[in-house]
């Protein structure tokens, strides 16, 4: 690849992960990035095309809490019809406005517009802030706070909305994320008593409850903050901080033994705002 450089030249400033897919990550730090942790290498792509990223990232009013909120519209997925052993990456951005979707695409050298645009009129519903797409099968799936999902085909680069619904509570905690164990969309809602895992039926389209927890950790100390962080299947992340202490702490709960376990320290600071 061009541009091929390590992570020790990258800049220390501040890093947003806005994807991963096939040991890859999309990361944005003065600059738009696919990196490879593994062999610590990265690859510099140009964003000037794309309409988002330059809005988001170079826009006049970008702010640091609109920018991660607007960042959850990027997608990065593995293109799998190409016919070649050399991967190669899509990025997807979804742009909103009202009850329309449109899709930007890149494989890393141009940007382009999608054929494929998305109106909602019997569902006026908006993209759930700070949660990012899941990839399953060849699609990636955004979504929206009404439960319903906004669908885009890497392959064939054709969009639908599935009309799942969930209407969450208020002061609810959701995770959007997929279920590597049954290979399943799944969506997490945590309120202070329970923690509910909710499958996606495919042949209804129904978002179907499928276990509940008890949430053991919120206790009578005050919070700055709680989150359901990290779901797969055999285990869930929840990721706390009380007000008076200077670094939260990651919960772990296995699904197969139905207990809490493992807990660690953590100080990072914000949920995608990371320091390379």
Same mark, same amino acid.
């Given at each position: 690849?061009?541009?091929?450089?390590?992570?020790?030249?990258?800049?220390?400033? =501040?890093?947003?992960?806005?994807?991963?897919?096939?040991?890859?990550?999309?990361?944005?730090?003065?600059?738009?990035? #696919?990196?490879?942790?593994?062999?610590?290498?990265?690859?510099?792509?140009?964003?000037? /095309?794309?309409?988002?990223?330059?809005?988001?990232?170079? /826009?006049?009013?970008?702010?640091?809490?609109?920018?991660?909120?607007?960042?959850?519209? #990027?997608?990065?997925?593995?293109?799998?019809?190409?016919?070649?052993?050399?991967?190669?990456?899509?990025?997807?951005?979804?742009? @909103?406005?009202?009850?329309?979707?449109?899709?930007?695409?890149?494989?890393?050298?141009?940007?382009?517009?999608?054929?494929?645009?998305?109106?909602?009129?019997?569902?006026? +519903?908006?993209?759930?802030?700070?949660?990012?797409? #899941? $990839?399953?099968?060849?699609?990636?799936?955004?979504?929206? =706070?009404?439960? +319903?999902?906004?669908?885009?085909?890497?392959?064939?680069?054709?969009? &639908?909305?599935?009309?799942?619904?969930?209407?969450? @509570?208020? @002061?609810?905690?959701?995770?959007?994320?997929?279920?590597?164990?049954?290979?399943?969309?799944?969506?997490?809602? /945590?309120?202070?008593?329970?923690?509910?895992?909710?499958?996606?039926?495919?042949?209804? +389209?129904?978002?179907?409850?499928?276990?509940?927890?008890?949430?053991?950790?919120?206790?009578?100390? @005050?919070?700055? $903050?709680?989150?359901?962080?990290?779901?797969?299947?055999?285990?869930?992340? #929840? &990721?706390?901080?009380?007000?008076? +202490?200077?670094?939260?702490?990651?919960?772990?709960?296995?699904?197969?033994? =139905?207990?809490?376990?493992?807990?660690?320290?953590?100080?990072?600071?914000?949920? $995608?705002?990371?320091?390379?």
């Amino acid at each position: 690849m061009s541009h091929v450089k390590t992570f020790a030249s990258l800049p220390r400033v =501040n890093c947003y992960i806005l994807g991963s897919c096939s040991g890859h990550l999309l990361l944005y730090t003065s600059g738009l990035y #696919v990196a490879n942790p593994l062999t610590k290498r990265f690859r510099l792509l140009d964003h000037s /095309g794309s309409m988002l990223l330059t809005t988001i990232f170079s /826009g006049p009013n970008n702010k640091a809490n609109d920018t991660e909120e607007r960042a959850m519209c #990027v997608g990065f997925a593995l293109d799998q019809s190409r016919e070649t052993t050399i991967k190669r990456f899509k990025i997807i951005c979804i742009l @909103e406005t009202h009850t329309t979707y449109a899709f930007e695409i890149s494989d890393g050298n141009s940007w382009r517009f999608s054929e494929t645009i998305i109106t909602t009129t019997n569902s006026k +519903s908006e993209l759930t802030k700070r949660m990012k797409p #899941v $990839y399953v099968e060849g699609t990636l799936h955004w979504l929206r =706070n009404d439960g +319903s999902i906004i669908a885009f085909n890497i392959e064939t680069e054709q969009a &639908r909305l599935i009309p799942s619904v969930f209407h969450p @509570e208020p @002061e609810m905690k959701l995770l959007f994320t997929l279920d590597d164990k049954i290979n399943r969309l799944t969506l997490i809602s /945590g309120t202070k008593k329970t923690i509910s895992v909710h499958t996606l039926m495919g042949d209804t +389209s129904k978002w179907v409850l499928a276990r509940q927890i008890q949430n053991v950790l919120i206790t009578d100390s @005050e919070l700055e $903050y709680w989150n359901v962080v990290a779901y797969d299947g055999k285990h869930m992340v #929840v &990721r706390d901080k009380e007000k008076d +202490s200077s670094t939260g702490v990651a919960h772990v709960y296995n699904m197969e033994d =139905n207990r809490w376990g493992a807990w660690w320290p953590t100080a990072c600071q914000a949920k $995608y705002n990371l320091d390379v």
